[in-house]
């Protein structure tokens, strides 16, 4: 019997959603539990996806009426999307920056797996995205149990139309995740599906007493892990980081800072030291070290400087304060191993305070993220620790006391 052209369209979603199905199981380590797989199967990807995506490092358009295959492959492919560039706006193909996408499926499974909804559970999503992870807490839940809040106005829009759908009974709101939703509030769980500096106050106090907060996790110094917390019923919330995740910023605590823009001024007259402490040993592949330093350095960014046009420096490693008031370099000539030249100016000694975290976390075990947690006080302070609430981590230059989103968010040199 011959397959019409409908039959055979479903023949290929079905293969390449059970080969999605196994690289995601083989990524998280364990079949996902049977509910979490019906929902799988019950709300296919592709259909939560726009027309076009970006992919690759260099963004490149990818169009289901003009590449339907290549465009049905990246919807089943575990990895991320890129669904919106430069907040909706039209960009020359060089100057594209990735604003929303879908996450890799094995990510959305373990946060659905951290996030451990029960029966009856009311839940709080912020970042609604594609639709597409609240449409599988929707499945999973039942109707009216999930509110999810979209910052963009069209995103909020199309993914509200997908999940109607799909017949799924989702409260879609448009509006800043940052102040939650109260209409609908207690929840017992709240999940983001971007990344904060700060976790803001409304999502802990909408939050019932026991009930779980997780967010993805970044500080100036690097994007990465996600945050557990358990909301202790007195305004307050504490819990463990996992060594999980990479997500876009909230758009309320992003902003755009340039070394060259923002910070250095040709005014400015540094004071130059060296140092044995590798560049790349603190903003290099040791995920493990760059995210202790974050944790120690809550108002500190960096960025790399390939070619840097100077004499005999191959690439420079900057350093600034969130407020520009501080900065450092640190040049690698490609030659010396062991000593390289460091400038800083300003109040701050920045070089010198991610020294000071670096050995912290090598006197400490080289922790990685699993080891720490974060402590949200009643006040609103961010208090990080080792192990135990009582083995507080060391903040340089600070109290420690965030009480506002750090800025940062986008940085470059130029």
Do not use: K
């Amino acid at each position: 019997m011959e397959l019409n052209a409908a039959d055979e369209r479903a023949a290929v979603v079905s293969a390449v959603s059970a080969g999605l199905l196994g690289s995601v199981n083989e990524s998280l380590g364990a079949p996902m539990a049977p509910a979490w797989e019906a929902a799988f199967r019950g709300v296919p990807r592709h259909a939560f996806l726009p027309g076009t995506v970006w992919v690759g490092d260099d963004l490149e358009e990818c169009d289901r009426a003009t590449a339907p295959a290549e465009w049905l492959r990246h919807a089943y492919a575990d990895t991320a999307v890129v669904t919106q560039v430069n907040d909706g706006a039209t960009a020359a193909p060089e100057e594209r920056w990735a604003s929303c996408s879908a996450s890799a499926p094995s990510i959305v499974f373990r946060m659905l797996d951290l996030l451990d909804v029960r029966p009856g559970h009311r839940v709080l999503e912020i970042g609604t995205g594609t639709g597409w992870n609240a449409a599988l807490l929707a499945h999973r839940l039942g109707p009216g149990r999930v509110t999810t809040v979209e910052v963009d106005p069209e995103l909020a829009a199309n993914a509200a139309g997908r999940l109607e759908d799909a017949g799924l009974d989702v409260r879609a709101v448009q509006g800043d995740g940052a102040e939650g939703q109260e209409a609908d509030e207690p929840y017992d769980r709240v999940i983001a599906t971007c990344s904060v500096r700060a976790v803001p106050p409304a999502w802990i106090a909408q939050t019932r007493p026991g009930g779980v907060v997780l967010v993805p996790w970044e500080s100036p110094w690097f994007c990465y892990g996600l945050l557990r917390l358990t909301v202790d019923g007195y305004g307050g919330a504490s819990g463990f980081f996992s060594p999980h995740a990479a997500f876009m910023l909230m758009r309320g605590q992003r902003t755009d800072l340039r070394i060259f823009r923002d910070v250095v001024r040709d005014s400015h007259v540094p004071r130059e030291s060296s140092t044995r402490l590798r560049p790349g040993a603190v903003a290099g592949e040791d995920w493990a070290a760059q995210f202790a330093i974050g944790l120690q350095l809550p108002h500190v960014w960096r960025t790399w400087h390939e070619n840097p046009d100077v004499e005999g420096v191959d690439v420079r490693l900057w350093l600034a304060t969130t407020d520009a008031t501080s900065w450092a370099a640190v040049d690698v000539d490609g030659r010396t191993a062991d000593r390289f030249t460091v400038w800083e100016h300003g109040p701050r000694r920045l070089w010198e305070a991610v020294e000071a975290a670096y050995g912290w976390w090598c006197d400490a075990g080289r922790p990685g993220p699993e080891r720490f947690g974060l402590t949200v006080s009643p006040d609103g302070a961010h208090l990080p620790w080792l192990d135990e609430p009582d083995n507080a981590v060391p903040v340089q230059g600070g109290s420690g006391r965030r009480r506002a989103p750090c800025s940062g968010g986008v940085t470059r040199v130029a």
